[in-house]
């Protein structure tokens, strides 16, 4: 892998046993500036595995950097950097998960899944607006190539009308209410993690719209 050189390949994921570690790992093998203070351990390893993985996969962009943000209930990302909520705790992920099933609320995608998958969901969805943006890159043309060009504008067309005439079958209330672009993270997100669970229909656009993200670009 090239680009940024920021991936030294060949090692693998390792999770750190302390945030000053986390943040030494994540320089070195995903970005160039991390903060990580005040982050769980268990969502700084999170968040470092899934980059990781996703950067090897060819499916994002170089991440220039990972910050925290205030206010948002979830990561948030923005051109290619990755940000996460400020003092976001692992177990606030199951927490929430608990609080959905106590009260019969299926917002959130990861309520299909078991309560111990809640923060591995929480990031993939993040991870999955990172591979869609990917695709928008190619899209604006940004790799000035016509063909990939074309096949990504294929493709975001293509995941508009499933999005639109399949709304009864995604995976969560959220994916159905908040639009075609959160749909796409929510559906990639159980995709990843539990695809037996997904209609076919999106399975086999997300085999698609992966293999096109780490065809191109490095
Ligand atoms: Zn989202």
């Not at 925290?68 to 209930?73: C, L, N, R, S, V």
């Not at 695709?135 to 604006?140: E, H, R, T």
């Not at 493709?155 to 399949?166: D, E, G, L, S, V």
């Amino acid at each position: 892998m090239s680009g940024a050189g920021q991936i030294t390949g060949g090692g693998g994921f390792t999770p750190a046993t302390s945030i000053e570690d986390a943040e030494k790992w994540a320089t070195k093998n995903i970005t160039k500036k991390v903060d990580y203070q005040g982050v769980d351990i268990k969502v700084a390893n999170e968040i470092n595995k899934q980059l990781y993985t996703a950067r090897q996969e060819n499916l994002i962009l170089d991440v220039s950097k990972i910050n925290k943000i205030g206010g948002a209930e979830e990561f948030n990302v923005g051109g290619n950097s990755f940000s996460i909520v400020q003092g976001r705790v692992a177990g606030r992920a199951e927490r929430a998960w608990q609080v959905s099933k106590d009260t019969d609320n299926f917002l959130n995608a990861f309520m299909v899944l078991p309560k111990d998958k809640a923060l591995e969901q929480l990031v993939t969805h993040e991870i999955g607006h990172l591979v869609d943006y990917k695709i928008d890159v190619a899209k604006m043309g940004g790799y000035l190539d016509k063909a990939i060009e074309k096949k990504a504008k294929s493709i975001k067309r293509k995941w508009t009308k499933i999005y639109n005439a399949n709304k009864d079958r995604l995976p969560s209330d959220y994916a159905e209410i908040a639009g075609s672009k959160e749909g796409f993270a929510e559906v990639y997100s159980i995709y990843r993690i539990e695809p037996k669970l997904l209609d076919n229909v999106f399975v086999s656009h997300m085999d698609e719209a992966v293999e096109f993200a780490s065809s191109f670009g490095n």
